[in-house]
């Protein structure tokens, strides 16, 4: 069965500086999709980035970029000059990539601070 | 467009007492979920369904019914409320079932049972 850990419960991060979130995970699949989702203080989760894992290239998003290491299975969010709005709790997640794979499964979120 | 609606956001039980979230979404979607998420824990996913009519269990699904008799509607049924069962409960839906699927999630619904 896949894992997802989290092993940075919370992290804080002056206003404009660059922070990295830590998360691995477990599987022994070849293919699969690996996801950044935010939480902020209203609940409601949103996606924040994606990774292809047959693509080696890290993906990027505005401030987001991944670090994405498949052998080491890592796959560590950078957000760079961050803002007062990124205040929220991320999750990492894994999903495979095939159809029957409906499943997402989550670690258990680390929580960033951002002081002004 | 509205997403994934939940109601109600928050609600208070006693022990013993039933209710259902209701989640509706606008988007089509084939697939639906509900997750509920514990302090410190990562989200456990309750029940899902591939379509109208098809409901399959999850990771906790004990306590708990679901249906899905419209593409649109998934709503969570909690029998005999137990304090075990307090916890912040999400709805989700996504276009398919395969990996690059996003899941797009209501606000959540906060259920404390006392």
């Known amino acids: 069965a896949q894992t997802v850990t989290q092993s940075q419960p919370e992290m804080s991060v002056q206003e404009a500086e660059t922070v990295t979130l830590s998360c691995t995970y477990d599987?022994?699949?070849?293919?699969?999709?690996l996801f950044w989702y935010k939480q902020p203080p209203s609940r409601q989760m949103i996606l924040v980035i994606r990774?292809?894992?047959?693509?080696?290239q890290n993906a990027t998003e505005n401030r987001f970029s991944v670090n994405f290491q498949k052998a080491a299975k890592s796959f560590s969010l950078k957000i760079s000059d961050s803002q007062l709005g990124d205040a929220a709790m991320y999750f990492c997640?894994?999903?495979?990539?095939?159809?029957?794979?409906?499943?997402?499964?989550f670690g258990a979120g680390t929580r960033l601070f951002v002081k002004a | 467009n509205a997403g994934v609606t939940q109601t109600p956001k928050f609600r208070i039980l006693k022990i013993g007492q039933s209710m259902t979230l209701q989640c509706t979404q606008d988007m089509n979607h084939n697939y639906m979920y509900w997750y509920r998420q514990d302090p410190g824990m990562g989200l456990k996913l309750i029940y899902y369904s591939v379509g109208a009519g098809i409901t399959d269990k999850g990771e906790v699904p004990n306590g708990y019914n679901v249906s899905r008799s419209t593409t649109e509607d998934f709503p969570l049924r909690l029998e005999l409320a137990a304090p075990s069962q307090t916890s912040v409960y999400f709805c989700?839906?996504?276009?398919?079932?395969?990996?690059?699927?996003?899941?797009?999630f209501g606000a959540g619904s906060r259920l404390t049972v006392l």
């Open positions: 599987t022994s699949e070849s293919d699969y999709y």
């Open positions: 989700a839906s996504s276009p398919g079932g395969g990996g690059a699927n996003v899941l797009t």
């Open positions: 997640a894994y999903r495979s990539v095939n159809t029957g794979g409906f499943k997402t499964i």
């Open positions: 990774q292809e894992a047959y693509k080696q």
